[in-house]
């Protein structure tokens, strides 16, 4: 590990676990950034900056006291060995009462289910009388380091992983740097810590989401194209350790992933909606013929003509149920039995669809904001409204026509 010669004395410490997990499936973690938040707790992000001849050069954003304390962030040199399976860093510039500081995390495979991950640290100090603090401080860290990470390793190599993502994009008619701008101009919140890579990229971790969550980070990344920019959310989340005995960890990440592909939907919208980009006519009435269209099938009874209008993936949620429908099949098989219950009861409802507006478009989706009102009306009687709700749609062209791959509605009546 290189140290600055003829400088400060070198302090040097050496951390170590045992982690159930193959040696290979411990190095791809540890060497892939994207899932150092998992590991490090304080980590809010890992910005790739280039190379420097075999060495990689990344920026790491921390916040050491989560939402209330001031993030801190450094460029770091990186050389990883597939073969070894080693990893050395080393600050570029550390920042006092560090003069330097390296290290280097090596994984040396015990048995075929097993390995030790040991992590060694070399630095020096401007100043010696800092070294108690900062030995305790890298012992703190560098033991709940490891403990994060053999924990993540063994999920993965035991459970298939507790890592749930979503994303949702659209093409907006502005430069890449005023919607950075924009973005950065907006509060994150009492409980998040953002981070931005100007006209590129912007990170938030979530301090307070979810227990059910162990990991909650937000991404919106910024590509240029010819009409303007690409905007896509991402959202990450890791799960909690899973207890529920009654409920499988398949059912549990997607329920999350639904949450997730909301939210992700709703955040493009947002910013599309701040945009103000405008609507093509021949698409407005498109989607707005799609909605008659549909509407006319419910009314109809026609649960499988109308399951056939959302993708084989499709989702419906409500945020007056607990639990999404998740698949076409689903969709038609829920639908058919609350039609059949709808009719028995010598039921008519319509659906009235109004306030249509697309929010944003490319050539391959839609994403809608729209009203719906629903009445029940039986034989000799008035017509009664029975429910007021706003319904969120991400569409996708399909060879057959738009269909629905998401869809929130959400029910007035529940807050």
Request: charged share 25%; glycine share 6%; aromatic share 6%.
């Amino acid at each position: 590990m290189p140290v600055e010669p003829g400088g400060p004395p070198v302090h040097r410490a050496e951390h170590d676990v045992v982690v159930r997990a193959p040696a290979d499936v411990v190095f791809g973690i540890v060497s892939d950034f994207a899932q150092w938040s998992r590991f490090f707790p304080e980590t809010v992000h890992i910005e790739l900056l280039g190379t420097d001849g075999d060495e990689l050069r990344v920026q790491i954003w921390r916040a050491p006291e989560g939402a209330d304390g001031e993030v801190k962030t450094w460029v770091s040199l990186v050389e990883l060995d597939p073969k070894t399976r080693s990893m050395t860093f080393r600050q570029e510039r550390s920042a006092p009462p560090m003069a330097s500081l390296s290290g280097e995390w090596n994984i040396e495979p015990l048995d075929a289910d097993r390995s030790r991950i040991v992590l060694t640290h070399a630095y020096q100090l401007v100043d010696e009388s800092f070294q108690a603090g900062l030995d305790a401080l890298i012992d703190r860290n560098s033991d709940l380091e490891l403990g994060h990470l053999r924990d993540a390793a063994e999920q993965d190599h035991l459970t298939g992983g507790l890592v749930v993502t979503a994303g949702s994009s659209a093409e907006l008619p502005l430069s890449a740097e005023d919607l950075y701008k924009r973005l950065v101009s907006t509060d994150p919140g009492d409980t998040t810590v953002r981070v931005g890579v100007p006209g590129r990229r912007i990170v938030e971790r979530h301090f307070a989401a979810d227990p059910s969550l162990a990991v909650s980070t937000s991404v919106l990344e910024l590509v240029p194209t010819a009409a303007g920019v690409r905007l896509t959310a991402r959202r990450h989340a890791v799960l909690a350790a899973h207890t529920d005995e009654g409920t499988s960890i398949d059912s549990v990440k997607d329920k999350v992933r639904t949450t997730l592909e909301a939210e992700a939907t709703m955040a493009v919208q947002h910013v599309a909606q701040q945009v103000g980009d405008g609507t093509d006519p021949v698409l407005y009435t498109e989607v707005v013929q799609f909605y008659a269209r549909q509407a006319h099938l419910l009314d109809s009874g026609e649960a499988e003509r109308w399951a056939d209008t959302f993708t084989e993936d499709g989702q419906f949620v409500q945020n007056a149920r607990p639990e999404p429908w998740i698949g076409r099949d689903q969709i038609r098989e829920r639908m058919r039995t609350g039609l059949d219950r709808i009719f028995g009861e010598g039921l008519q409802r319509r659906h009235w669809l109004g306030m249509v507006d697309v929010v944003s478009s490319d050539d391959k989706t839609v994403t809608t904001h729209y009203y719906a009102a629903i009445y029940s009306t039986v034989k000799d009687g008035a017509p009664q409204l029975y429910l007021s709700t706003a319904v969120d749609d991400v569409l996708v062209r399909t060879p057959q026509g738009l269909k629905v791959r998401h869809r929130l509605v959400s029910h007035d009546n529940v807050r």
